[in-house]
């Protein structure tokens, strides 16, 4: 069972999730657009305990799933679950879970954190997106590899750099009020 603090946390981060998917850059060549909502699940990865973290990314998902309009691009409903992109949003709960668990295992630094967010934050995502990707659009795993995965590496490393940095500040805040 969540403590209040906990729910209240999962809610929050689930609506940053949401509001990073406020950055939405289509591009031509892909349904997968760049988004800020990868960086918000680094956060909640890196900052939230392992259930914690779980759950704030699965009600980020039924919020989506039941139509309102959470995912990149203001877009809602099962639809985008089961379309192209639905494969990266289902990682999520599962990125976060293992970021906050790998989090909980080691003496934390930033170049740790670093290897954590690249592992959950961009591996397991690609591993969970580009196969549904691959099947939804009717496209082999390695053009999936490259319409869903190569072009966005180098911004998906800054994000990594960048919420890395944060989580690192953010950590002893959060802690204090425990």
């Given at each position: 069972?969540?403590?209040?603090?906990?729910?209240i946390?999962?809610?929050?981060?689930?609506?940053?999730?949401?509001?990073?998917?406020f950055?939405s850059?289509?591009?031509?060549?892909?349904?997968?657009?760049?988004?800020?909502?990868?960086f918000a699940l680094?956060?909640?990865?890196?900052?939230?305990n392992?259930?914690?973290?779980?759950?704030?990314?699965?009600?980020?998902?039924?919020?989506?799933?039941?139509?309102?309009?959470?995912f990149?691009?203001?877009?809602?409903?099962?639809?985008?679950?089961?379309?192209?992109?639905?494969?990266?949003?289902?990682a999520?709960?599962?990125?976060?879970?293992?970021?906050?668990?790998?989090?909980?295992?080691?003496?934390l630094?930033?170049?740790?954190?670093?290897?954590?967010?690249?592992?959950?934050?961009?591996?397991?995502?690609?591993?969970?997106?580009?196969?549904q990707?691959?099947?939804?659009?009717?496209?082999?795993?390695?053009?999936?590899?490259?319409?869903?995965?190569?072009?966005?590496?180098?911004?998906?490393?800054?994000?990594?750099?960048?919420?890395?940095?944060?989580?690192?500040?953010?950590?002893p805040?959060?802690?204090?009020?425990?």
């Open positions: 069972m969540l403590s209040l603090r906990e729910m946390l999962a809610a929050f981060f689930a609506a940053l999730t949401f509001i990073m998917g950055i850059i289509p591009l031509p060549f892909s349904p997968v657009p760049i988004t800020g909502q990868t680094m956060l909640t990865g890196s900052l939230l392992p259930i914690t973290a779980f759950f704030s990314m699965v009600v980020y998902l039924l919020l989506g799933a039941i139509g309102i309009p959470v990149a691009g203001l877009h809602g409903g099962i639809g985008v679950l089961l379309g192209p992109t639905g494969g990266y949003l289902f999520m709960p599962i990125a976060a879970l293992i970021m906050s668990l790998l989090i909980r295992k080691i003496k630094n930033y170049l740790k954190l670093i290897l954590i967010n690249i592992f959950g934050g961009i591996l397991v995502v690609y591993a969970i997106g580009i196969p990707l691959a099947y939804v659009a009717g496209i082999g795993l390695k053009k999936a590899l490259l319409v869903g995965a190569v072009p966005y590496l180098i911004g998906d490393f800054i994000k990594v750099l960048i919420a890395s940095y944060l989580a690192l500040k953010l950590r805040i959060l802690n204090r009020y425990k």
